[in-house]
């Protein structure tokens, strides 16, 4: 069975705005495949709330809200490893591509060989396994 690594803004969005999320990974949310948050992305995410609280109507506090998206959508979450770490020195960022967030979830895709669920226009230019809203 396959594994998905979620990127942030999926995550966000299959939690918060459902209608934003294509068939195919509305699918893949559903299913009884292995779905996995970046651990970075749980400090991307209260980034988000705390930068722009507009974008991410929550009234819960951060970590309700968190577990509640987690358990609901049915994802664990992934840790950084020591292996993670060396790759995200290994992959290098792409000329206008400056997200520190997205290189660890680019090193850990490309380390566990998990597809990454990402809408991002940037990632495609990076040796990861990528499905988007696209596909």
Not at 35 to 63: C, D, M
Not at 91 to 105: A, E, M, T, V, Y
Request: proline share 4%.
């Amino acid at each position: 069975m396959k594994s998905y690594l979620l990127d942030t803004h999926i995550f966000l969005n299959a939690y918060t705005s459902p209608e934003k999320i294509g068939k195919t990974i509305t699918r893949i949310l559903l299913s009884n495949s292995s779905k996995y948050l970046s651990a970075i992305s749980l400090i991307e995410i209260a980034q988000l709330i705390e930068s722009k609280p507009k974008e991410i109507k929550t009234t819960a506090p951060l970590h309700t809200f968190i577990d509640q998206a987690l358990s609901d959508l049915q994802v664990q979450v992934l840790a950084i490893t020591a292996e993670h770490a060396q790759r995200f020195f290994e992959i290098q960022l792409i000329k206008g591509h400056r997200d520190q967030f997205d290189r660890i979830i680019i090193a850990q895709g490309a380390s566990t060989g998990f597809i990454v669920l990402s809408d991002d226009a940037k990632f495609p230019h990076y040796p990861i396994a990528l499905l988007s809203n696209n596909d």
